[in-house]
């Protein structure tokens, strides 16, 4: 009997230990999962935003087609930069919109923006130097495109723009604005 007693009061002694290690309540355990639910909502927003900031990269990044139209309408701006320097009026018309033409009297490049008649000297002096990049896009949903270009001269520098469309699947100069 006495080792019956034993054996209860051991069997107890080890529940009462079981119980009392440890600070786990129950209000414990529920306010340590709102912890984490809350910090890993936390987390879910910062890697959202991460994921939200790499779409927006993505989607600014230029496409095929794009880096393609540019690099046609650059070749094409320079060749017409040379052709003007050295007054070569067949090229100059062969890239030429079917409303922009050439006046070889006057070496001008001639058009109608909006309802007026723009006439534009030859541009002269323009070496790879003295000329920057400074930008590219679509026009009119991609039915025009347009280069900017820096051209430096003496301490300042005046800016000249090159519109091109299609026409008969080819990119063509429509005209060229310039303060240079």
Known sequence: MLKE???????????????????????????????????????????????????????????????????????????ILHAMENNDYAYLESVSASGLSIDKVENQVVYMYGSQEVRLDFLKGIQLDNLEYWGSGYLEDEAGFQLIFAHYFEETHGTIYIDFIREDGRWVCNGIITNA
């Open 5 to 79: 007693k034993w054996y209860w009061v051991s069997i107890l002694f080890c529940l009462l230990l079981v119980g009392c290690t440890g600070n786990n309540s129950p209000t414990t355990n529920l306010e340590q999962l709102d912890i984490s639910a809350l910090d890993m909502e936390d987390q879910l927003r910062k890697e959202n935003a991460i994921l939200e900031d790499q779409v927006k990269q993505l989607q600014r990044r230029p496409t095929e087609t794009f880096m393609m139209d540019l690099r046609e309408n650059m070749n094409i701006s320079f060749k």
